[in-house]
């Protein structure tokens, strides 16, 4: 039955940053039906408790490997936009007694129980957030209240699949190894990064040397922070050549069905070396990173790159380096993947071996966390463009990992 919304309904639904809109429910025929007797058009007040439950929901389940994009385990997605299409009157897959968000009864929600402790909730599986702190007692009662508050029979009919459906995520993390990826943070993240590669190479160390993991190690570390939903601005240092590098990366296209065949994201950065004796201190860098997700387990990307002035032996030397970086991710489960890059030099300053890693990502609730076997020292983009520096075809590499840590400020 389509239902319809009062002018004021509708002004504080479009109002609320929730996109607070009737869900294709996806709910078999007995599922429990909406109150008959119509409630009131929501108050303000009404409207600000959506709002708040969308931002913690997001901020605290809506996750790599949890309740983010169309892979969201479940099938449930609590990005803010999606939470009411995703959960109202949605049959739950874990407990078909149950919905996952029954429109003013919380104590028939599925999503609501799980927030509880076990000997109050009486579900099955592990509390949510899994592996997280628990929600405080004031955030378990505003989602109560939120579920409350539903005056189901004023939401207006479902928008279509299309209109729905958002943009999913192209690759697991911000990077594969050193290659950037095209997924923006979105506006108000933080994300803290810590790039790690030990020095020297496996065949060299040994196992007298554990392969590597004796020897001293390439850091850098780094912040990232989302001015908008599609604009991103960071800021990373290494003890490789006491290099600085900040960036921006602007996301303009994201792949969706039916709207864009892929993503593209455009990346500046600038680099200063503080190294005593080296050259050519500043560099300036420009990406164009392209890339597209094929159905649900396979991301490729293309990322045309170059650099001013990468010679830091010779101060007669200003050449750049022009590059082409190619990477791709093969998701084995919704938090473990393959992964690979390779940058292969074009013009300009060019190492004795072209740069390349593989290695595999697993991605939890909050975090990504990356080990990978690579021929390239370098960590930023100044120093990884020209080239690597061990020879892959003849086994030498190194080790090295990655750890991403993404927060959503309120």
């Known amino acids: 039955m389509r239902r319809t919304t009062s002018p004021v309904a509708a002004v504080l639904l479009l109002w609320a940053p929730l996109t607070l809109t009737t869900a294709d429910t996806g709910a078999p025929p007995d599922a429990p039906a909406p109150p008959a007797t119509p409630e009131p058009p929501p108050s303000r007040d009404q409207a600000a408790i959506f709002a708040r439950v969308g931002r913690l929901l997001q901020s605290r389940c809506a996750m790599p490997g949890c309740h983010l994009g169309p892979d969201g385990m479940k099938g ?17 897959r874990t407990d078909p007694a149950l ?13 609501y129980l799980k927030l509880l402790p076990p000997d109050q909730g009486h579900y099955r599986g592990p509390r ?23 005056p189901a029979e004023l939401w207006g009919a479902p928008p279509t699949l299309e209109a729905a459906t958002g943009a999913p995520r192209t690759f697991q993390g911000s990077t594969l190894a050193s290659l950037p990826t095209p997924d923006p943070l979105g506006a108000r993240a933080l994300e803290f990064q810590i790039l790690h590669r030990f020095k020297t190479s496996t065949r060299d160390a040994g ?26 601005v960071g800021l990373r240092r290494t003890n490789l050549e006491h290099d600085y590098e900040a960036d921006v990366k602007w996301t303009p296209l994201r792949q969706v069905a039916g709207h864009a065949p892929l993503s593209l994201a455009l990346r500046a950065s600038y680099s200063n070396l503080r190294e005593t ?3 050519n201190r500043d560099r300036a860098g420009a990406q164009a990173i392209l890339a597209r997700r094929f159905g649900k387990r396979l991301s490729l ?20 380096t022009t590059a082409v970086g190619a990477g791709g991710e093969l998701r084995l489960t919704s938090k473990m993947a393959i992964t690979g890059e390779w940058v292969a030099q074009t013009s300009g300053v060019e190492s004795t071996n072209q740069s390349g890693s ?13 080990v990978f076997a690579t021929n390239t020292s370098g960590i930023h983009t100044d120093q990884y463009a020209p080239g690597g ?11 090295g990992f990655n750890i991403t840590r993404t927060y959503t400020l309120h």
Do not use: C
């Open 207 to 232: 196992s007298k040397d554990f392969y590597g993991l004796d020897s001293g190690a390439w850091i850098s570390i780094g912040l990232a922070f989302g001015l908008t939903d599609a604009l991103a």
């Open 99 to 111: 919905l996952r968000v029954a429109p003013g009864s919380p104590d028939r929600s599925l999503l």
């Open 76 to 92: 449930m997605r609590l990005e803010a936009g999606q939470i009411y299409r995703s959960t109202v009157n949605v049959r739950s």
């Open 301 to 320: 990307m293309l990322v045309p790159t170059y650099v001013s002035h990468v010679n830091f032996q010779d101060r007669t030397d200003h050449r750049g």
């Open 277 to 279: 004796g080296a050259f």
């Open 358 to 370: 593989v290695g595999l990502s697993i991605a939890t609730a909050r975090h990504v966390f990356h």
């Open 128 to 150: 949510m957030p899994r592996s997280m702190n628990p929600l405080a007692p004031e955030e378990i009662a505003l989602v109560r209240q939120w579920i409350e508050s539903f």
């Open 389 to 399: 520096d061990l020879d892959f075809g003849s086994g030498y590499f190194r080790l």
